[in-house]
Nanobody, 115 residues
Framework: QVQLVESGGGLVQPGGSLRLSCAAS????????MGWYRQAPGKQRELVAH???????NYADSVKGRFTISRDNAKNTGYLQMNSLKPEDTAVYYC?????????WGQGTQVTVSS
């Protein structure tokens, strides 16, 4: 059984930073592609960033240069460092693990960027 628990969301002013964490139980973390997705009200869920088992990363154009995805396989934990946050980054952020098409999702953590 794989469980993902996100944490680190909250309310931040524009220009601020947050660091999201995704703690995974089970034994698949080291062989999974890990991704962060987000869903804003009234919009579809979108990919923010993902990182492969070898550490290769990919980012949505809207967050390039501001967000950094990383993983610590020894801790079964992934991270999303978010800097220079904008109001349009407001969304529920979800962690995802993907192993050969099998996907697992966390419950999400709310990020609100507002003054």
């Amino acid at each position: 059984q794989v469980q993902l628990v996100e944490s680190g969301g909250g309310l931040v002013q524009p220009g601020g930073s947050l660091r999201l964490s995704c703690a995974a139980s089970g034994s698949i973390f080291n062989i999974a592609v890990m991704g962060w997705y987000r869903q804003a009200p009234g919009k579809q869920r979108e990919l923010v960033a993902h990182i492969t088992t070898s550490g290769s990363t990919n980012y949505a154009d809207s967050v390039k240069g501001r967000f950094t995805i990383s993983r610590d396989n020894a801790k079964n934990t992934g991270y999303l460092q978010m800097n220079s946050l904008k109001p349009e980054d407001t969304a529920v952020y979800y962690c995802n693990l993907n192993v050969v098409g099998n996907k697992w999702w966390g419950q999400g953590t709310q990020v609100t960027v507002s003054s």
